[in-house]
Structures are given as structure tokens and as C-alpha cells.
């Protein structure tokens, strides 16, 4: 990550480099081996700091809402698959509001564009709520809506992929969507799902051989011509 950073900081004007400093610092803050709670806290501080500073970037949010939703479930020290209502637990109702109210000012950032970053990112925090509903609220509902948010994510970056085949960072995103369906379910529930999920259903509806094909062709006639 080192490296790459340096390299894009000679791109940047002095605010963006120092704004991908900060964010590396986050990030590196975020690398927490030995589950300190005490180092959790200080990443999600930073970031909601870095976040003040910068507003108007929506990827800011995502990696504030990533480390809040982490932070929660350390300091619940729940397992990695354990799912917990937040709801009746003193303080942490108003850090749920705060949470979707931060996650939608980041969508505010992102709507009626073309632009694939902001479509990526969009998809991103689309996750954020929908991982959100799936660990912290109550109800057997709370499935089917973290569902609908998760095919919503998955249907933006179908779109963004059909518009540029090379769009690396989406290619990443679903196989960690596709991975985490196939592990955190068992094989009776997967078929349930296939039958009623939406994030199933455009999930595995895109076929990505197609796609890289069809980048393919485009890459040999432009090298024809």
C-alpha cells in the first residue's frame, strides 16, 4: 500500500495528498492483529475526523461506516457470524441512527452520476447499510431488507461493468460478495436463497467470462486500429 500511495501522491494537489496520507493513516490504524479495542476506537476516531474534514467524498464515509461496523461488534465481542439486535442497548440506538444517517449523506454524494468511482462507491455503501441491517437490527425481516440492499449494490456494478469491462475494483467487490454467500450460509439455506434472494439472483446473473470477452474484443480492435 506504501508504495502505491507514494506514487499516486505525486498526482495530487497538496489537500489530496494530504487527505490519502490521512487515509493510510486510517488504514493502517485499522490493521489491528491483536483485536486491541483501544486501537479499533482510535481508527473509527480518526476516520470520523477525516471524515469532518472532507464532506464531500463519499469513499470517506464507506471507510468510516466499514470501521464503525466493526467497532460495534468488538466492543459487543461478538464472533465474526454472530448477529445481535442493537436496538435496546443503552447508547448504541442513537450510534444506529448515526450510522444510517452518515451512510445516507454518502449516497446523497453519489446520486444521478455516470461517473464509475461514484457508481462504486455507490454499490459500496449500499453494503454498508445492508451489512448494517443484517448484524445489528431485530426481526426476521431484517433479511430480506439487508437482501434488498445488498441487490441493489450488486445491480450498480453490473452496470458499471457492462460500460467498462476493466473495472478492476468491481470484479473484487462481487467475488467477496460471492465468496461471503457461499461461506456464511449452509447448502440448505443457499438453495432457499437461489429461489427467493434478489442478491442471489444478481449476483449470479452476471456472468463475468462474457464480460472479459467481450473486453477482450474491444482491446484487439483497438489494436487493430
Not at 88 to 106: C, D, L, P
Not at 113 to 127: I, N, V
Amino acid at each position: 500500500m506504501g508504495l502505491a500511495l507514494i506514487l499516486l501522491l505525486f498526482q495530487l494537489s497538496p489537500p489530496e495528498a494530504e487527505k490519502y496520507r490521512e487515509i493510510d493513516e486510517v488504514l493502517n490504524k485499522s490493521y489491528n492483529h491483536s483485536r486491541l479495542l483501544s486501537a479499533d476506537k482510535e481508527a473509527e476516531s480518526m476516520a470520523w475526523a477525516l471524515l469532518e474534514k472532507n464532506p464531500d467524498d463519499p469513499y470517506v464515509y464507506h471507510l468510516w461506516a466499514s470501521l464503525e461496523w466493526l467497532l460495534i461488534g468488538r466492543e459487543l465481542n461478538l464472533k465474526a457470524d454472530e448477529q445481535k439486535d442493537i436496538s435496546k442497548i443503552t447508547g448504541y440506538e442513537e450510534r444506529a441512527k448515526r450510522y444510517r444517517y452518515t451512510v445516507n449523506k454518502g449516497l446523497a454524494l453519489t446520486e444521478n452520476t455516470a461517473d464509475e468511482r461514484l457508481l462504486f462507491l455507490r454499490a459500496a455503501l449500499k453494503s454498508d447499510h445492508a451489512k448494517f441491517t443484517a448484524r445489528y437490527e431485530g426481526g426476521l425481516l431484517r433479511y430480506k431488507r439487508a437482501d434488498k440492499e445488498s441487490a441493489e449494490g450488486i445491480s450498480i456494478l453490473k452496470k458499471v461493468l457492462e460500460t467498462n469491462p476493466s473495472f478492476c475494483s468491481a470484479y473484487l467487490f462481487l467475488g467477496g460478495n460471492r465468496l461471503q454467500l457461499s461461506t456464511k450460509l449452509s447448502l440448505a439455506e443457499q438453495l432457499l436463497a437461489w429461489k427467493g434472494s434478489q442478491i442471489y439472483n444478481e449476483i449470479y446473473a452476471i456472468d463475468t467470462d462474457v464480460i472479459n470477452e467481450k473486453d477482450e474484443k474491444t482491446r484487439n480492435e483497438q489494436d487493430i486500429i
